[in-house]
């Protein structure tokens, strides 16, 4: 399973960009990468997933260098309603681990009026 | 698109009975889905794997007998607690996945207190 290291907490004002980086030095060739938001009391929820370069969707962008030992989450003019734990979690749903998701600590995210 | 729903959202129930908690995928067919517990402050911690139609897959240190679960149809998972005690308070989760997507779609949790 990959190693996955991303910072505990990070803290931003309304309307900034918002970076988180993780890093899983260990990733398969097979695994992908994911990114999910959860709020407290609730399941998580999906933000974006990529396998390399970039991927964009209407939430947030997802860079993953060519060596695919990092990714970094970026969320556009984040909000008050942004304030979240998110997670990074790699895995490949095809493989061995047959997409079985061992979830981190997550980053606490809380922006600031 | 992939909404995955849990009923009952919140069950408070006496020690030493069993509660059952359904997962259903609303507008999919999950072939596999998936069960996580929460402690406050904490990560999800995965309990185990449902397969429509097989066994579910244990992780280490889950009690089968302890967390039956069965996968009878391709939108419905249940999870039952059975002999619950207060240590099995906890924010039970699942998560269902089509074959061939790599997406995992969660659904809004149960919260379970056993008195």
């Known amino acids: 399973l990959a190693k996955i290291t991303q910072p505990i907490s990070m803290d931003s004002y309304e309307g900034q960009e918002v970076n988180i980086t993780c890093s899983h030095n260990?990733?398969?060739?097979?695994?992908?990468i994911t990114w999910y938001q959860q709020f407290p009391s609730q399941g998580p929820r999906f933000i974006i997933q990529?396998?390399?370069t970039k991927v964009t969707n209407e939430v947030a962008s997802l860079f993953i260098p060519a060596d695919r030992k990092s990714s970094t989450l970026s969320l556009p003019r984040v909000s008050l309603s942004d304030t979240a734990v998110y997670y990074c979690?790699?895995?490949?749903?095809?493989?061995?681990?047959?997409?079985?998701?061992?979830f981190g600590r997550g980053t606490q995210l809380t922006v600031w009026p | 698109g992939a909404v995955v729903s849990q009923h009952p959202s919140r069950v408070i129930c006496k020690s030493g009975t069993s509660v059952k908690i359904e997962c259903r995928s609303l507008?999919?067919?999950?072939?596999?889905m998936f069960w996580y517990r929460q402690f406050p402050k904490q990560s999800l911690m995965l309990m185990a794997t449902?397969?429509?139609?097989?066994?579910?897959?244990?992780e280490q240190g889950v009690e089968k007998d302890k967390f039956l679960i069965n996968h009878a149809s391709l939108t419905l998972s249940t999870l039952t607690v059975t002999s619950a005690h207060p240590e099995d308070s906890s924010f039970y989760i699942c998560?269902?996945?089509?074959?061939?997507?790599?997406?995992?779609?969660f659904g809004p949790g149960t919260r379970l207190l056993v008195l």
């Open positions: 449902s397969n429509e139609g097989s066994k579910a897959t244990y």
């Open positions: 979690l790699v895995g490949d749903p095809r493989g061995s681990t047959l997409g079985r998701l061992y």
């Open positions: 990529g396998y390399k």
């Open positions: 260990n990733i398969a060739t097979n695994d992908y």
């Open positions: 507008d999919f067919q999950a072939t596999t």
């Open positions: 998560s269902a996945q089509l074959r061939g997507l790599e997406t995992q779609y």
